[in-house]
């Protein structure tokens, strides 16, 4: 069964300390890995693709890199702007078309 | 701008009413889907649809509905079947292609009073 876990559930930092998600996953065939940013009451909104281990994205303080096993989003210098929760999903095998199975997310919060 | 557009944002629903959620986008993209997403969870696949007139049930179908009668718009029913609708409801558009990134809209919530 295609499972997708991310880790921590919940991230508290300071302002400007750097830290790092986890989102691991079991998926045959993987075909993509998307990273997404969700404020509260707010659709996600969409922050990176990755496609092949060793890929590596960035976006302003944010950057994604992928392994065979899993994916990291790093936060380098936080902002409190950059409180939300962050989602990463992966297409399900290679019959399910279109078919996302989400993680449960990792809720960050940046204090000043 | 393109986008996704969801209505209303908030709903409210007495027990045994059908609701109707409605999602609109003018991307030009052929799929669109719907999720459920509920505190603590992941988002749940209700409903999807490759082109028009045609759509497929996902994880969570039942007490749903949905139609697809144009490109742009994928209204989806929540019927008195579903016997939890407390939720907030999230709409997304892709090109075509399994793989294709999945953008979304604001969302509806929807709270059964």
């Known amino acids: 069964e295609d499972q997708v876990t991310q880790s921590p559930e919940a991230l508290r930092l300071q302002e400007g300390e750097s830290s790092s998600l986890n989102c691991s996953y079991t998926?045959?065939?993987?075909?993509?890995l998307f990273w997404y940013r969700q404020d509260p009451g707010k659709g996600p909104e969409f922050l990176f693709t990755l496609y092949s281990a060793g890929e590596e994205k960035e976006k302003e303080r944010l950057k994604a890199t992928l392994t065979k096993k899993e994916s990291f989003l790093h936060i380098t210098a936080p902002k409190p702007e950059d409180s939300a929760t962050y989602l990463c999903?992966?297409?399900?095998?290679?019959?399910?078309?279109?078919?996302?199975?989400f993680g449960a997310g990792t809720q960050v919060v940046v204090t000043p | 701008d393109g986008g996704i557009t969801q209505s209303p944002k908030y709903l409210f629903r007495k027990e045994g009413q059908n609701v109707t959620l409605s999602c609109e986008q003018n991307l030009n993209h052929d799929a669109m889907y719907w999720y459920r997403q509920d505190p603590g969870q992941g988002l749940r696949l209700i409903y999807y649809s490759q082109i028009v007139n045609d759509f497929q049930k996902g994880d969570i179908a039942e007490g749903y509905s949905v139609s697809r009668e144009k490109k742009e718009s994928f209204p989806l029913t929540v019927t008195s079947a579903q016997k939890n609708p407390t939720a907030f409801y999230l709409c997304?558009?892709?090109?075509?292609?399994?793989?294709?990134?999945?953008?979304f809209g604001p969302g509806t919530r929807l709270t059964v009073l």
């Open positions: 999903a992966v297409p399900r095998g290679t019959d399910s078309w279109g078919k996302l199975q």
């Open positions: 998926v045959s065939g993987l075909r993509g």
């Open positions: 997304a558009s892709s090109i075509r292609q399994s793989g294709d990134t999945q953008y």
